[in-house]
């Protein structure tokens, strides 16, 4: 039987009562009631309930409809009724079936644990938690695309092997590259950086490798990583595209995905600060201000971590900057504050409701002097930076840029408790499978 098939969607939304259909997917559930068996058919757009009835059964035995249980993958060509105990209030009954795989009984049935979850996760992905996750992941990095290729940003791509460091040494993973070492990319910014010699404004969506040696609920060891870098832009200018692609992405997802932020309790209000711009600005000193207020025992110079992130997310509704931090805390190639040399022109953007860090970015380090002296105090070699160097030396231009974790936004938009779930397969310290 060959039919053209409509997706469970337009069973609800594009075919009338009556209508006859050929729908295809998974069973996700499947129950028998007086003579008559009942599945519920999965696709990607959503669940249907199919009935089987003997009497109606056109091609196929009941002893093979009766095999049929959970996952197994089936067609079914029938005509739509409406049921008001249906989820959605429509059945089709099916007159035709194509059987195209049974199923043995399926190692998930509810009220599993996390680790045995992800140890089947090549199974665990058909849920449909996951499922509302992936569509807005997908919603999220659209979004996101949209805006930069709108507002005049080319796409680049640049490599994952690398020849040095950019966001330091110790979450550097290395490989084997022929006889020689070679590293796993942190970050596509010097990269950029090159390119903007040529296209001005430049973005790039790359997997990113950390090697963190901890494992938290929002590090992964490779991530998605959105970067972007624009030639003649100051701190305050990459910031403002900053919040404006995060209220877009926000938007988008509000408008398309609220089906599946619904579906896993998402309390979208709290979402709806985050699409008013400009999102506000606190200095690092302010910051450490808070955090004093708050009881933190932490001295101006020092680096904070996911707890006192936290602490700062609870005085605001809506994402917030941190800027000027240290110099000493920070990378190599930030620009120093020209008015206050003891701090750089970075800023992070922190997700309100405890979910911290999304973004890092800066402007860069234009002087080829400064950033010579920066490596050579950071106990770089400046022989692995020598093309890096050769940017400020060729007619070097005031410039900036940011990454953003694709997972740490989808985290925060969908609501999620670990970074794990942002992504269809986490990879972290311990964790390759599969
Ligand atoms: O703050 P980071 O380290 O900044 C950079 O890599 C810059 N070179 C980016 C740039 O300016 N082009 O990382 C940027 C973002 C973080 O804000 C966070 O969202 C994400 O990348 N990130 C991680 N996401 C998941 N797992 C990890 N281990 C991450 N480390 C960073
Ligand atoms: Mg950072």
């Known amino acids: 039987m060959r039919e053209e098939a409509v997706s469970v969607n337009e069973v609800f939304e594009r075919y009338d009562v009556g209508s006859e259909v050929f729908v295809r997917g998974w069973i996700h559930r499947i129950f028998k009631v007086g003579g008559k068996i009942f599945a519920w058919l999965r696709d990607s757009s959503g669940i249907v309930q199919v009935v089987f009835d003997k009497g109606v059964l056109n091609n196929v035995d009941w002893e093979s409809i009766e095999r049929l249980s959970r996952e197994s993958s089936i067609g079914v060509k029938g005509v739509i009724r409406e049921d008001p105990r249906a989820p959605g209030g429509r ?3 099916a007159s035709n079936v194509v059987i195209y795989g049974y199923a043995p009984p399926f190692p998930i049935r509810g009220g599993e644990d996390i680790e045995y979850l992800l140890d089947i996760r090549h199974l665990w992905l058909r849920s449909r938690q996951m499922t509302a996750i992936l569509k807005i992941r997908h919603t999220i990095l659209q979004a996101l695309k949209e805006w930069l290729v709108r507002n005049g940003w080319w796409e680049v791509t640049p490599p994952i092997l690398t020849g040095s460091a950019v966001e330091g040494g110790s979450t550097l993973f290395e490989v084997k590259y022929f006889d020689k070492p070679a590293y796993l990319s942190q970050s596509a910014q010097l990269y950029l950086e090159v390119l903007i010699y040529s296209l001005d404004k430049v973005w790039s969506l790359t997997p990113s490798f950390r090697a963190e040696k901890s494992r938290t609920r929002r590090h992964l060891s490779e991530y998605w990583h959105l970067e972007i870098e624009g030639a003649w832009y100051d701190m305050e200018d990459v910031m403002k595209v900053a919040e404006d692609m995060v209220s877009y992405a926000v938007r988008k997802t509000l408008e398309e995905r609220r089906k599946e932020l619904e579906f896993l309790g998402r309390d979208v209000k709290k979402l709806e600060p985050a699409l008013q ?15 004093r207020r708050k009881g933190f025992k932490i001295e101006w110079g020092e680096d904070y971590g996911a707890d006192e992130e936290k602490a700062l997310t609870e005085e605001f509704d809506r994402p917030f900057f941190v ?3 240290p110099k000493k805390i920070k990378a190599f190639y930030m620009k120093e504050d020209p008015n206050r040399p003891e701090v750089v022109l970075g800023f992070d953007l922190l997700a309100p409701e405890g979910y911290g ?6 402007q860069r380090e234009d002087s080829y002097e400064k950033l010579y002296n920066r490596i050579i105090q950071e106990g ?12 400020r030396r060729y007619g070097t231009v005031p410039h900036s840029g940011f990454g953003l974790g694709t997972e740490r936004l989808t985290m925060w938009v969908a609501g999620l408790e670990h970074i ?9 310290r311990g964790r390759i499978y599969p």
Request: proline share 10%.
């Open 91 to 93: 059945e089709i009954l």
């Open 277 to 291: 711009t400009p999102y506000p600005r606190i200095t690092y000193d302010e910051a450490i201000e808070i955090l």
């Open 323 to 325: 800027t000027h931090f």
């Open 357 to 362: 860090e999304i973004i890092g970015g800066s």
């Open 380 to 391: 770089l070699n400046p022989k692995d930076y020598e093309w890096y160097l050769d940017l």
């Open 420 to 428: 794990r779930d942002a992504i269809p397969f986490p990879r972290w």
